[in-house]
C-alpha cells in the first residue's frame, strides 16, 4: 500500500487536506503535519507516522518547499526503505498520487511532469472581434 505524508510550514499540508477530502473523499492513506504552529517537530510526526508502515508498504514523503526546513527534515528518512521524497507539492499532484496504490520511479515522475502544467498564468480571453489572426481558442 502507497502511504503518503504531507507537511508544510503552517497550515497548507491540512487545507490541502481539507480541499482533498472535499474533492476526492476521505484518502485513508494520508497523514498531514502543519509544522511550527506549535512546539511538535516534524521528526516526532515522522516518527509516529512509520509506526504505521508496514515491511510492503512504499512510503511518499510531501513537503511543500525543496530546500526549506520541513524538506530537509524528511531528506533524514530517505534510507529508510520504499522512501520516496517530493518537495513542491501542489493539489493535481496529490491528487494524482492519492489515486494509485502503488507508484513506481517512472510513475512518479510521470505524475510530477503532468501537475507542472497545472502551474500557469491565467489571462482573460481576448474577444474574437479583436483577436489577432492566426490565435488560438482557449477550449
Known amino acids: ?3 503518503i505524508f504531507l507537511s508544510s510550514h503552517g497550515s497548507m499540508a491540512s487545507g490541502m487536506q ?3 477530502k472535499i474533492l476526492m473523499g476521505e484518502c485513508e492513506n494520508l497523514t498531514v503535519f502543519d509544522a511550527y504552529l506549535d512546539e511538535s517537530c516534524v521528526q516526532d ?14 512510503v511518499l514523503l510531501c513537503s511543500d518547499l525543496y530546500g526549506g526546513s520541513v524538506n530537509q527534515a524528511m531528506f533524514t528518512y ?7 521524497l517530493v518537495s513542491g507539492v501542489n493539489m493535481s499532484f ?6 494509485e ?4 520511479d517512472e510513475r512518479l515522475d510521470e505524475i510530477i511532469e503532468e501537475s507542472r502544467e ?11 472581434d479583436t483577436a489577432p489572426a492566426g490565435s488560438d481558442d482557449f477550449f
Not at 530517505?78 to 520516496?84: A, E, K, V
Not at 496504490?101 to 513506481?104: G, K, V
Request: negative net charge; hydrophobic residues 35%.
Open 18 to 20: 481539507s480541499s482533498l
Open 45 to 58: 510526526h515522522l516518527d509516529a507516522f512509520y509506526e504505521t508502515v508496514g515491511p510492503e508498504d512504499e
Open 101 to 104: 496504490d502503488t507508484l513506481s
Open 1 to 3: 500500500m502507497l502511504k
Open 118 to 128: 497545472y502551474l500557469r498564468r491565467v489571462e482573460p480571453e481576448v474577444p474574437a
Open 94 to 99: 496529490m491528487m494524482n498520487v492519492l489515486s
Open 78 to 84: 530517505l534510507d529508510r526503505p520504499n522512501t520516496r
